[in-house]
């Protein structure tokens, strides 16, 4: 990282670059760039065509990581993502070939398409950053993300993602269709060329380090920290949630507001920070009661109120 640039230039350098390719959606890459900053992964969970590949390759480009996409099928084996050892006949030794999960970002195309046995070989590496293959330990190289997609709307031949692992994902976030005008500059950018092909590193591996590095020195007050905790403690005793969200997501949300800390060029955070990453955080960890989903609630709703009835730090009723 330049000495003369802040954490927050860097960050921000990052975020234009990504927006030349994914327009109109800064928000969403401030989000996604304040996971990596975390040390989290991310769910990215739309519809097809709105650019959930390019996100994870615009942001593995933007800051000089090795890249591999993973296409997630129901034939797909645990070896074909982490590895296999093979045996060489002129040496006789057995080799290690490395997986896909051996880059530093990998996108996991479909996640919810393969059987859950291949989907917990991802477990280890998300969240010990490491393999195990043939009683083996291999560490993966920092900074380490797993960009996972999957279609809400399409569940024939899929295999829903089981609690345990949708809880190693930092943050769900979802694209969303672009305004009219910004399709029409979508068109008009890729009219001859795609945008990715001119897209350049504008950071390193290293610089991503040390961003990582400068959130833990942001600073939490306690009653931010308890705000924290409020929060995921009352979704466990919602009635309309059948499972609550638990102590990871404690500890996810804090390292989550330090990294959007950095973003809003901050060194210490405020409640606004929980309160604009909640849904993100938050979203996907809920399972809703039976009557719930009868009545057609919303996770989404759900947390809403609890944003509404968990006391804000500072705020006055």
């Known amino acids: 990282m330049k000495e003369t640039q802040s954490a927050t230039g860097i960050a921000r350098e990052i975020v234009e670059n990504i927006s030349k390719v994914i327009v109109g959606k800064k928000a969403v890459i401030e989000r996604a ?16 065509g709105v650019g959930k590949t390019m996100l994870a390759k615009s942001i593995s480009t933007s800051i000089g990581c090795s890249f591999k996409r993973i296409q997630f099928t129901p034939d797909l084996l645990p070896s074909d ?8 006949q002129s040496t006789g030794e057995f080799q290690f070939r490395p997986g896909p999960v051996m880059s530093q970002v990998v996108l996991v195309d479909e996640i919810n398409r393969a059987t859950p046995k ?26 380490f993300v797993v960009m996972a997609t999957q279609n809400p709307i399409e569940y024939e031949g899929t295999f829903p993602l089981p609690e345990a692992q949708l809880d190693r994902f930092l943050m769900r976030i979802s694209l969303g269709y672009p305004s009219f005008s910004e399709e029409l500059s979508v068109i008009e950018q890729q009219e001859r060329t795609h945008p990715i092909d001119q897209l350049k590193a504008i950071s390193s591996p290293e610089d991503v380090i040390r961003l990582q590095d400068a959130a833990k020195d942001v600073y939490v007050d306690i009653t931010v920290r308890e ?72 996770t989404a709703q759900v947390i809403d109120g609890l944003l509404e009835s968990v006391a804000v730090p500072g705020a006055t009723r």
């Open 33 to 48: 760039l304040a996971a990596i900053i975390a040390q989290g992964h991310i769910l990215i969970e739309d519809v097809p």
């Open 227 to 298: 705000y924290i905790v409020s929060l995921i403690e009352a979704t466990r005793h919602h009635e309309d949630v059948s499972l609550g969200a638990s102590p990871r997501a404690s500890l996810g949300m804090f390292r989550a507001v330090r990294g959007m800390a950095i973003m809003r060029d901050r060194d210490y955070v405020i409640p606004d920070d929980v309160q604009g990453l909640a849904h993100a955080v938050l979203g996907h960890r809920l399972i809703l009661s039976p009557s719930a989903r009868m009545r057609g609630l919303q």
């Open 81 to 88: 993502i982490v590895g296999v050892s093979i045996y060489n």
């Open 118 to 143: 291949t989907q917990s070989a991802l477990l280890e590496a998300m969240e010990e950053l490491q393999v195990s293959v043939d009683g083996v330990t291999r560490f993966l190289e920092r900074p």
